[in-house]
């Protein structure tokens, strides 16, 4: 009984692909949506039996105020327990802001992160419209409420508008970043936080992050803050459901690996029992 009270609980939270609102793909149901996640962070916050918390990261980034609803709620667990982020291949622009609520960020060596910026890309199709001979009507009561309209150019005082919000939105990101490393963060950081990516190299000579490592380091690391040893963790993770096509093409694939085998034996029976 007494080593099953030392054993530590870590959960391990994925944070994969484009950070979106919402899952919106038929195909891949695997995903959750904002609320699904930030309810199970929660769950974890007030989890007394969760010890830490293991914040494995593969994105690209993506939307700002679901980011940023995440980097909140990730923060409020770190202030109860230790959180470890690992970056794999990317941990970028949205993704690294949640990174920054962890208490130690380490990436791969091979990793691509920072990106602290802010984007955002609208269509022109308009001469498109002229060529087919098509028009779009629009009827609006405010001058700037069809802002972004893709069937014709953006006036002057809209991309003023706009860049003002993007400029807005980034030092928001910047200030975020600063008060999370703190003075970790050295000399000349300042110019690296334009929206440029970073390899784990430079980042860790400037601050953004605090070491280069694997999956298992970090999670040797997160051990060492529990004061605990590897063999006597306990990790959980999530049980993925499949999607309804992952769920075909794994039914099919299991089909043809069946149909498979049936061949060989019969193929072995006439050799072998004529």
Request: charged share 25%; with cysteine.
């Amino acid at each position: 009984m007494n080593l099953l009270k030392r054993k530590k609980n870590i959960r391990v939270i994925s944070i994969e692909g484009e950070i979106k609102a919402k899952n919106t793909s038929m195909i891949n149901k695997q995903s959750e949506s904002q609320l699904d996640l930030l309810e199970k962070l929660y769950t974890i916050e007030i989890d007394d039996n969760i010890h830490g918390v293991l914040l494995r990261i593969d994105s690209p980034g993506g939307a700002a105020g679901t980011s940023e609803e995440i980097y909140q709620a990730i923060k409020a667990i770190a202030v109860k327990k230790p959180v470890v982020a690992s970056i794999g291949n990317t941990g970028c622009s949205g993704a690294y802001m949640i990174a920054c609520a962890a208490d130690y960020i380490m990436a791969s060596k091979m990793a691509i992160v920072g990106s602290v910026g802010v984007i955002m890309q609208i269509p022109n199709v308009s001469k498109v419209k002229e060529k087919i001979g098509i028009d779009m009507i629009t009827i609006k009561s405010g001058n700037m409420k069809d802002m972004g309209n893709m069937f014709r150019d953006m006036s002057e005082e809209e991309r003023a508008f706009i860049q003002s919000l993007s400029n807005e939105c980034h030092q928001d990101f910047i200030d975020l970043v600063k008060n999370s490393r703190g003075n970790k963060l050295q000399e000349g950081a300042d110019e690296l936080l334009d929206g440029r990516i970073l390899s784990p190299a430079t980042a860790l000579k400037y601050g953004l992050i605090d070491g280069i490592g694997t999956y298992t380091d970090a999670l040797r690391l997160l051990c060492q803050k529990l004061d605990t040893k590897l063999e006597k963790v306990k990790l959980i993770h999530d049980k993925k459901k499949a999607g309804f096509i992952n769920k075909f093409i794994d039914l099919s694939m299991e089909s043809i690996a069946g149909n498979m085998i049936v061949n060989l034996l019969e193929n072995h029976n006439q050799k072998y029992f004529k």
